[in-house]
């Protein structure tokens, strides 16, 4: 079946316009000096532009404020909120509450969406998403942290590890085992539950990370979050008891592709600054890209970059069609080939900049920094090519090798080509 990645004229436009209210809007503010909640103040302007032309929160529904796009739209937006990580809340589109929001959307019940989902989405409540715990590596079914049912209330303990956003957020979203039953179906033992942070019992430890090892308060602070008898009443229960790894597969579907399409927005921005860097920049009697070896890495980047694009557009448009469960093998594929381009890309952009790229004045170094994650976060890269591998040797079947293959080649070929089997010399 023919791909097709093409959208309305109208929707070109507004792309268009992103492509400059970014640019013009947007990347000033990564000069400023702002703590969070000053960032926060200094956006709202912004936002209420971006409410005006159409494109608020765009993965949500119309019924819960959005446009109800579709994943290729949203891919082609995400390509644009990349190039600057302070481009997505301006847009309503930021990681961990727009994935959030979404699962309320989805899964939450209306009382749930007025409490928790509806402030969320007007930027009045921040929230995080609690779903890792160290040790375990890529494997959830794993998890520790428990849920127990007491009268109208459930009772959470456990520890996550590396939950963004927790230390400033109002609420979790809470991943946590809820039957610890023998032999029951790991799929179906775990749910999710919403737990505002000032809950009794809620405790966290701030992490500092290679891209972040001194949060500014504008970043996104990283933390070890803590459940000691943290007790929530059984309304906070999001979606059905058991549920978990069915809501967790809808919200990861779709950010992974969020996520990869931002990386071709870094990869962009990145490249943009390498071919300006190249054709203005003279040493040992040219220009940077007069030289064989700029010229190299400025045709591998663009083939490398566009390769990544159109596969993560591929994924977009097969989810569209078919749904995120019957996407996951171009969902996982783009995760493993999308991380190293984006690494790739900013390596060569650094390298062509020099000691002025390796510097802050320039928004490369931490670009870099940051990219490194992509390799394991949402899952590590070498869980995402096992999965790819498993799911396309399903389609084959085994059979037998023959020892002496020519002799069998021979036959096929009698049978299928018989008027040309005297003068032929197949083997």
Known sequence: MAWDFSTEPEFEQQLEWMRTFVRERIYPLETLDLDWRSYREAIKPLMEEVKAQGLWAAHLGPEHGGQGYGQVKLGLMHEILGGSDLAPPVFGNNAPDSGNSELIAISGDPDQWEKWGQPLLDGRLYSAFSMTEQGTGSDPKQFTSTAVRDGDEWVINGTKWLVGNAARSDFHIVMVRTDTSEGADPYRTMSMFIVPTDAPGLSMRDIGLMHEPESNGLNHQHSEVFYEDVRVPAENLLGDEGGAFVLAQKRLGPGRIHHCMRW????????????????????????????????????????????????????????????????????????????????????????????????????????????????????????????????????????????????????????????????????
């Open 264 to 427: 071709v927005g870094v990869c962009r921005r990145a490249f943009d600054a390498m071919c300006e860097r190249a054709v203005s920049k003279s040493v040992h009697g040219s220009l940077l890209s007069e030289k064989q070896t700029i010229q190299n890495w400025i045709a591998d980047s663009a083939a490398a970059i566009e390769s990544a694009r159109l596969l993560t557009l591929h994924a977009a448009w097969t989810m569209d069609r078919v749904g995120a469960s019957n996407a996951r093998t171009e969902i996982a594929m783009i995760k493993y080939a999308g991380a190293p381009v984006m690494h790739e890309v900013l390596d060569k952009a650094i390298q062509i900049h020099g000691s002025l790229g390796y510097s802050t004045d320039m928004p490369l170094e931490q670009m870099y920094r940051w990219s490194r994650a992509a390799r394991f976060y949402d899952g590590p890269d070498e869980v995402h090519r096992v999965t790819v591998a498993k799911r396309i040797l399903r389609n084959y079947e085994p059979r037998d090798v023959p020892t002496d293959h020519i002799p069998t080649r021979r036959a096929a070929a009698e049978k299928l080509y018989p008027q040309y089997v005297s003068s032929s010399s197949l083997v």
